[in-house]
């Protein structure tokens, strides 16, 4: 069962670019949307949202505390700064516990491959992520993938292979590759094949900043 975790909020009466006051006053503007409420506009103590968003990640249950009551929600939307990475705004949808949601959820990978042991081949994996499909009460963090059957180049293991929890369907189609073992030259791009090869000359890249724009909630 995923864990709930708890998170104390006052109801929001400023919007727009206003709402960069509520930052300096370390407060989070947010917002709680769903299909069967209106919008409810949200500002949250800054530490205490980054510490419960860091246990919850987007697949734990959070029990907002409002004046009004408790709202279920997961979060479904995290903007920060491009620069700092504060976080500027926070979308959280509202969860009916007896309906199942979709999610995308990150697979973790574990074991070990003798072919990659061997530096004979490389782990390619063409879904980090996987569309899932459960009760709120049924979404885990990770699909684990267990790469130790894993014994020469070419093999691979899709969508239908993997083992999920109960409760938990997987939405890919069955066919899909989520990873594979290829062979160490082919994974090689061409820049890395020719740098192999030999040394050369290359003009260094240049790299701009882009300054973030101010987000208005």
Known sequence: MSDVYTLDAQART??????SQLRVQGLVPAV???TKIDPINLQVPYRALEVTLLKAGGTHLIDIALPSGTQTVLARAVQRDVITRTILHVDFLAIDKSVAIETDVQIHVVGESPIIASRVGLLQ???PSLHLSALPSDLVDTIIVDISGLTAVGDVIHVSDLQVPSGVTVLNNADDSVLRIVAVRAAMTDEEIAAAE??????????ERKKADEIDA
């Open 14 to 19: 400023i919007t727009g670019k206003k709402v």
């Open 32 to 34: 709680i949307y769903g």
């Open 125 to 127: 994996i063409d879904l």
């Open 198 to 207: 030999g040394p050369a000359i290359t003009e260094p890249e240049r790299i």
